[in-house]
């Protein structure tokens, strides 16, 4: 079955150390993106690629890192330069048609990171 | 960039009855998506409905129904004879098709209570 497949579902961390967060799709899609949610505030962006070795900042990238060296896989480094990490992290993909890309997100089942 | 406004933290429905979902967004495009995600308690994110902007005609998928009004930029959706099943937390999003910033932006979600 097609699908995303985010790992960990739970991480833990200790202060000062980066993790990664991994995230793998198997539907052949050109965008990827990495959300945080936490309580009140929704889905917020961190990162998003539309195509291998390309990705843009979104609204919080600061503290964060990726890498997009597969159209499958857009893992995400949480370093010690971010303040706050702990919440819900999900990944999702989309499919692009052309210059347009219409259609809606698919997510991931998501990965909650504890700092310790 | 755009932003989406649900401006209903909580909202509760007596089983089998029907509830209103409110979502207003502000975008100064003219073709656009509008998507409405449930969460459950599982946090997995599942599409329940999608509009596009240039479609006159409101959507809808079995028990659920939208009312767009695109002057008033407004995207509600309705959920019919409500079930248990339906209890989770709802996002609007809103996503431009365009290649350039085509990321999705959500709403801070609507949690639904369906009570017995």
């Known amino acids: 079955d097609g699908g995303i497949t985010q790992s960990p579902k739970y991480l833990f961390r200790k202060e000062g150390q980066n993790v990664t967060l991994s995230c793998e799709q198997n539907?052949?899609?050109?965008?990827m993106y990495w959300y945080r949610q936490d309580p009140g505030q929704g889905l917020r962006l961190i990162y998003y690629?539309?195509?291998?070795?390309?990705?843009q900042k979104g609204d919080i990238a600061e503290g964060y890192s990726v890498s997009r060296e597969k159209k499958e896989s857009f893992p995400l480094t949480v370093t010690s330069a971010q303040k706050n990490p702990t919440a819900f992290y999900l990944c999702?993909?989309?499919?692009?048609?052309?210059?347009?890309?219409?259609?809606?997100?698919?997510f991931g089942q998501g990965t909650r990171l504890t700092v310790v | 960039a755009q932003t989406v406004t649900q401006s209903q933290p909580e909202m509760s429905v007596q089983e089998a009855e029907t509830v209103t979902l409110s979502c207003t967004y502000d975008?100064?495009?003219?073709?656009?998506?509008l998507f409405w995600y449930k969460q459950p308690p599982s946090r997995q994110m599942i599409l329940v409905i999608r509009?596009?902007?240039?479609?006159?005609q409101n959507a809808t998928e079995n028990r659920f129904s939208v009312n767009f009004q695109k002057a008033a930029k407004s995207f509600s959706l309705k959920i019919s004879d409500s079930q248990l099943g339906d209890a989770a937390m709802y996002f609007c999003?809103?996503?431009?098709?365009?290649?350039?910033?085509?990321?999705?932006?959500f709403g801070t979600g609507t949690s639904l209570t369906v009570i017995p």
């Open positions: 999702a993909s989309s499919i692009r048609r052309g210059d347009r890309m219409n259609t809606e997100a698919f």
């Open positions: 539907l052949n899609h050109d965008a």
């Open positions: 690629s539309q195509i291998v070795n390309d990705f």
């Open positions: 975008t100064s495009e003219s073709d656009y998506y």
């Open positions: 509009q596009e902007a240039y479609k006159q």
């Open positions: 999003a809103y996503r431009s098709p365009h290649y350039t910033g085509n990321q999705f932006y």
